[in-house]
């Protein structure tokens, strides 16, 4: 869904830990695996081929270090107004139903509150 937004060959930042020599070990991980099979009929082959990879630990570093409570505290006042009503709407598709209709709901209408949330909420 995120990736969608983002055009081949742009650059996508990734906190690599310490122990890694390369960049490109990122693609060892099971979620970077998983996008080469993102579509099985049409795969989008290897992220790191398809984008620029940086490390963004040191910024990521100097953030957490300038964060203080209240912008926590905003933050998750933010998404607890924006993204929890979203949430549940997708939750109460699956809490709602039996185990036999829970069965016949597809993962797209389970995902429409948060892709909806990500489409006109965030771009």
């Known amino acids: 869904m995120i990736l969608s937004s983002i055009r081949t060959g742009d650059g996508v930042g ?4 310490i122990g890694y020599d390369d960049i ?21 082959g290897f992220f790191t081929a398809r984008y620029k990879i940086a490390d ?33 709407q997708s939750i109460s598709m699956l809490d709602a139903s039996t185990a036999e209709q829970r069965m016949r709901v597809i993962a797209d209408d389970v995902a429409g509150p948060l892709e909806i949330l990500y489409d006109f909420g965030v771009r």
């Open 14 to 17: 990734l906190p690599v830990p």
């Open 24 to 44: 490109m070990e990122v693609e060892n991980w099971p979620i970077i695996q998983s996008f080469a099979l993102d579509s099985v009929y049409q795969p989008t």
């Open 56 to 88: 963004i630990t040191m910024h990521l570093e100097v953030l957490f270090r300038t964060i203080d409570g209240y912008y926590i505290d905003q933050a998750i006042h933010t998404i607890y107004r924006t993204i929890r009503p979203h949430m549940m």
